[in-house]
């Protein structure tokens, strides 16, 4: 059976940041075999670079909405992203939830597109509340990339399927609630998802948020075999492959 790849685990954040050894050794036991680490804003670039030098770890290095009023130095980004070869730019995006102004968000995640456009590297995207404007910039600036997190359904997902980017899935088409979400699952083509913690602010059906684990992601591969009417080892596979072409081996 194919390993299991979380494309999208806070490794830096508390409480994983204080047992490193013990998650990783967890999350190897549970058949991870690779992990993306993003961060969220400058202040974490060299704590995700450094945990990129561990075993089947790789980074992706950007400022996320959340923290856009701190900006973001674009020269400083792409040094850090050679330096520590990045395997994404990310996590960026739009969050009109946040009390972030959105022309600063705007601002930072444009510098962003364009930086990720030049470098032809992949984003990790985050949106709530602001997917037509994202969308609209998508347009201005083509890149590759995932739009992680996803709880939408299927609609809205095929827009973004249209300009070529995968979708990530996580935690919520645990439970059985989130049926827009679920149906997205249901219907994403096969080359083009992959699978996700967001640990640990994202829980798992019987993992709260706050608790949840990279090797967590095995539940949201069962969820997503489940909804699929796929083997595990099918589903396993199809999400090996596709976060393989979206980040690249490491070997």
Known sequence: MAGLFDTHCHLFMEPLGRDTGGVLERAYAAGVER???????????????????????SCSLGVHPWWAEDGVVVEELREKLINSKA?????????????????????????????????????????????EEMLELLQKYPVRGVVHGWSRGPQLMNRFLRIGLFISFGGVITGGEAKKAIESARQVPKDRFVLETDSPSTGTSGVP?????????????RAMAEIRGEDLGETQAEAWENSLALYGDLS
């Open 87 to 131: 395997s994404a730019i990310g996590e960026i995006g739009l969050d009109w939830k946040t009390e972030v102004p959105r022309q600063k968000q705007y601002a930072v995640f444009e510098d962003q597109l364009k930086l990720a456009s030049v470098m032809d590297l992949p984003v990790v995207l985050h949106c709530r509340n602001a997917f």
């Open 209 to 221: 948020s706050g608790k949840s684990e990279p090797g967590h992601v095995v539940a949201v591969a």
């Open 35 to 57: 992990l993306l680490v993003p961060s969220v804003s400058m202040d974490n670039w060299d704590a995700c670079s450094e945990l990129a030098l561990l075993p089947g770890i």
